[in-house]
């Protein structure tokens, strides 16, 4: 696909990706592979890069999306405990996902002390 001639990933030098600007593609790519089309891959640059003041290439390169086909997911936490629309509804919150490992310390530490004060 020519990501330049969609206006989604533009190359710093006239006929030369970076290599930035090739990881950026490598994550075009997959999210195309996984089911979002060239105008919703526009949409999602535009959104990160206009939240986030970076170039398209920079955006694609730093940040951690997750897609279930429908949407893309930015994760915007660093145990990804929270992600947020950039396709259907962006900005919104629309994944919690809880930690099973966090939960099972918990509960450990929880029966620990419970056991300590009987």
Do not use: C
């Not at 290599?19 to 999210?31: D, S």
């Not at 990804?80 to 900005?91: C, D, E, M, N, Q």
């Amino acid at each position: 696909m020519n990501w330049r001639n969609r206006g989604i990933l533009v190359p710093s030098e006239s006929l030369r990706y970076s290599f930035r600007e090739l990881v950026a593609i490598r994550v075009l790519t997959a999210l195309r592979d996984s089911g979002i089309d060239p105008r919703g891959l526009k949409r999602i640059v535009d959104y990160l890069r206009k939240r986030k003041g970076l170039s398209a290439a920079e955006v694609l390169a730093s940040t951690v999306l997750i897609t279930d086909g429908y949407d893309v997911y930015e994760q915007i936490e660093v145990d990804g405990t929270i992600a947020v629309s950039t396709l259907r509804k962006p900005g919104q919150v629309v994944l919690h996902v809880v930690s099973f490992s966090v939960l099972v310390t918990e509960v450990q530490r929880d029966a620990r002390a419970a056991l300590s004060a009987a």
